[in-house]
């Protein structure tokens, strides 16, 4: 069986109680919601809010009509909690960069972090598609099929996106004296 097959009656074994069948469904989509929340919030936030968005999901599984639409549904979960998350006074906004990674390659973290902010400023749907992409590592097939998007969206998605990415860094280089 599929994955896509697997996730409606992963879905429903997860609404019966069943801790594999939650845990296939966290192993597949947990990616997916860090990546959607990392467009909105830091990477520790973000790790903290895939916890609590999955703990939404499954106390509210008994409220999805279609198992089906469990990947479209989990995804507009994420973006609520991340939306949520910014209106907080105390949230804590932009993307932050785990500097334990490289140490001794400080310009690596420059460059990383700037580029993190600048796919964040993006329109919503770009910022959530090369997310996924670029730091969580999906690749567009597994993008749609983890979000309910379409191939074909999702394909636009990233080719805008990344297009307003290269325009957004090449302009911010420019603006430093620096060549891209």
Do not use: C
């Amino acid at each position: 069986m599929s994955d896509a097959a697997a996730i409606p009656v992963w879905v429903e074994a997860a609404r019966t109680g069943d801790g594999g069948a939650m845990d296939a469904l966290y192993r597949r989509f947990a990616p997916v919601v860090h990546g959607i929340l990392l467009g909105y919030v830091q990477r520790a936030d973000a790790d903290d809010l895939t916890q609590d968005v999955f703990e939404t999901a499954i106390r509210r599984l008994g409220e999805l009509r279609d198992a089906a639409a469990f990947p479209g549904w989990i995804a507009s979960i994420a973006r609520r909690a991340a939306l949520d998350a910014k209106r907080r006074p105390a949230a804590l906004t932009g993307v932050e960069l785990d500097r334990t990674a490289a140490p001794d390659r400080p310009d690596e973290h420059v460059e990383a972090e700037r580029s993190l902010r600048a796919i964040a400023a993006l329109p919503e749907a770009y910022r959530e598609t090369l997310m996924l992409r670029l730091v969580e590592g999906l690749t567009g097939p597994e993008i749609a099929e983890r979000t309910g998007m379409t191939p074909g969206s999702v394909r636009v998605n990233l080719h805008r996106g990344m297009a307003m990415l290269r325009a957004s860094l090449g302009s911010s280089a420019g603006a430093r004296g620096t060549t891209a």
